[in-house]
């Protein structure tokens, strides 16, 4: 018997699910550099924090990280490296499995290191600057899809 190797899609409520890591994506690359910044727990909130099209601010009884815009940093604190950040297409049920897992399992198997961030509609993944052309092949190959802006389609997959 022939097995329908069709890939369910998030709508699709009570048939197959999906297996996780097989999901192919389309996200895209939010414009400019990020920073990463780690400081103490007892910390207030900097203005700078929030202000960007994307930025998280977490705190734990440990430390106050904070992601944003790395051009909104003043001179200090330092964030080292400077980030790339990828929005995943969604919203996402929560019922869907494996979405994160699908995306950074390809750069976790080429050794990108990055930083995942969860909202309620989608997900949100940073990597450092000097991985993207390891990053950008690896999507590829997984079957991601870049949405470019620019692009007539307003879909470009990456090569």
Known sequence: MRENKKMPV???????KQTPGRQQLK????????AIVRMDAETT????????????????????????PADNLPAKPSSGAR??????EGPFPFSQTGVLLSFIAPLSNNGVPILAISTYDTDYVLLQEEFMGVAQQALGTA?????????????????
């Not at 929030?50 to 009884?61: A, I, L, Q």
């Open 83 to 88: 980030w790339i950040c990828f929005k995943l």
């Open 10 to 16: 998030a709508h699709d409520e009570g048939k197959k």
């Open 143 to 159: 079957g991601h899809a870049l949405i470019s802006d620019d692009d007539e389609s307003g879909r470009k997959l990456i090569e």
């Open 45 to 68: 909130i900097p203005d700078w924090a929030t202000k960007g099209v994307f930025s998280s601010v977490t705190r734990t009884g440990d430390e106050l990280s904070i992601v944003c």
């Open 27 to 34: 996200f895209r690359r939010l414009p400019g550099a990020y």
